[in-house]
């Protein structure tokens, strides 16, 4: 487990959708239901946003970054099955997938993540293509269980320095919201917690372009 405070680490989140993003009600400023977009304003959970999470060409945008972050907590584990066999008295513990599990808290600027979790966990898709801009819909997890454009992605960006002069920058894939929260105090701020989870390979880049194609089928 590593946790970081929201002012070490950027994080921005885009749909996996090359095409679509997850909107809101593009008529008026809010969020009356979530529908696929194409476009992108503000920044993620701001207020006022007609595009509330950008699609994945956005990659490390000014709109897709997730404001008012106080906390990330990355859990990276496998999934092991033990496995027994007559007349053995050892057992065996077979690794079955990578497993990333990501856990944002962020001070509550609006609904969105209370409508993300109700009605869109999984993202968007084009039943045109991959990547295709027409035909999209709010995924709801039962559509296909190996398409490329399923879940979110999470973009953890290192801060930069002397010692470090380029950023690093964590990307966990096809991420699925599995979990989220509210802490309501009568003296503070209210904050939520949004949590994910993938089962595919994250990876580390020092630049945007490298960070923003589509996950390869044989990675699902």
């Known amino acids: 487990m590593t946790y970081w405070l929201g002012k070490d680490v950027n994080i921005y989140m885009t749909t996996e959708q090359g095409a679509l993003s ?91 993540f209370d409508q993300v979790y109700n009605s869109a966990r999984d993202g968007v898709y084009s039943t045109d293509g991959a990547d295709a801009s027409g035909s999209g819909a709010v995924f709801d997890g039962l559509t296909t269980s190996n398409n490329q454009n399923f879940g979110y992605r999470i973009y953890l960006q290192f801060a930069s320095g002397a010692s470090v002069p380029v950023d690093e920058t964590l990307i966990i894939r096809n991420c699925c919201l599995t979990a989220h929260s509210k802490s309501l105090t009568p003296d503070g701020a209210t904050e939520e917690t949004i949590e994910f989870y993938s089962y595919t390979q994250p990876l580390l880049t020092l630049s945007d372009a490298s960070g923003t194609a589509i996950t390869a089928t044989t990675e699902i």
């Open 22 to 112: 997850v909107s809101g009600n593009a008529s008026t400023d809010g969020m009356s239901a979530l529908t696929s977009g194409n476009g992108v304003k503000n920044n993620v959970g701001g207020p006022g946003n007609f595009w509330v999470i950008p699609h994945r060409t956005y990659g490390r945008a000014s709109g897709s970054k997730v404001t008012d972050v106080t906390g990330i907590d990355y859990s990276p584990s496998t999934v092991d099955e033990n496995l027994s066999f007559m007349g053995k008295n050892t057992n065996l513990t077979a690794e079955i997938k990578k497993s990333q599990v990501i856990t944002i808290t962020r001070k509550v600027s609006n609904a969105l």
